[in-house]
């Protein structure tokens, strides 16, 4: 499960995580990190998902910036990680997550999952790419600006009832707008949620939304 280098379709060069399987893949799974980078959490959840016989891998969305960038949960580590999305590029956001795609394509179906800034990019991979067959977003703050995109593979989305940075009203724009992609919305649950590591992780939530994403997967990817 190494670390690894992609090249981007515009020549930038960033690094990534891969879990793979033991046996053969069923397919493979694109992880999306928050702004935290590819930390301990989000190579986590590759080999979670690498347990479930995917291929999974985690591109190093900020390497644009700063090389290898990842931190933990502190104060003054989450004030440095929002510094990295001051002013966001979602198109490099794309174009990284692309060549995730392309290095996993040939194993299968690929889908793919993203948890806060990656929820958002999840959801605009699913409407803007080609080759995904399906998107998981977790608390995807920035999903109800661009819910007038169709999503071209089917997309469930994960929120927290109490989640203090995605009020209710945002929630209900996009499930509004989107129809066609399955919204979930978790009671007690704040932001970060599904992360063990951080004094939000909602264990009940996280347990739910984590089996409709499995399950989600196993329908649409393999």
Not at 190 to 212: K, L, T, V, Y
Request: aromatic fraction near 10%.
């Amino acid at each position: 499960m190494p670390d690894l280098t992609l090249t981007a379709a515009d020549g930038h060069r960033l690094g990534a995580w891969r879990a793979d399987p033991a046996a053969t893949p069923r397919g493979a799974i694109v992880v999306i990190q928050e702004i935290f980078g590819v930390n301990s959490h989000i190579r986590s959840i590759c080999d979670r998902l690498a347990g479930l016989g995917y291929v999974a891998i985690a591109p190093a969305l900020f390497d644009r910036s700063e090389r290898d960038f990842r931190c933990g949960y502190s104060a003054a580590e989450v004030e440095r990680a929002r510094a990295f999305i001051a002013d966001p590029d979602w198109d490099a956001f794309l174009v990284d997550t692309e060549a995730a795609r392309a290095a996993v394509a040939g194993v299968g179906k690929v889908g793919i999952v993203g948890f806060c800034l990656g929820g958002s990019v999840a959801f605009l991979a699913a409407t803007r790419l080609e080759g995904f067959a399906a998107a998981s977003g977790f608390y995807g703050g920035r999903v109800a600006a661009v819910a007038d995109e169709v999503p071209r593979c089917p997309t469930q989305l994960h929120y927290g009832a109490e989640d203090a940075g995605i009020p209710r009203s945002n929630v209900a724009s996009v499930r509004a707008k989107r129809p066609d992609c399955a919204v979930f919305v978790y009671e007690g649950a704040g932001h970060g949620f599904h992360c063990d590591e951080r004094a939000s992780f909602h264990p009940e939530a996280s347990r739910q939304a984590w089996a409709r994403t499995v399950d989600f997967f196993a329908t649409h990817v393999g």
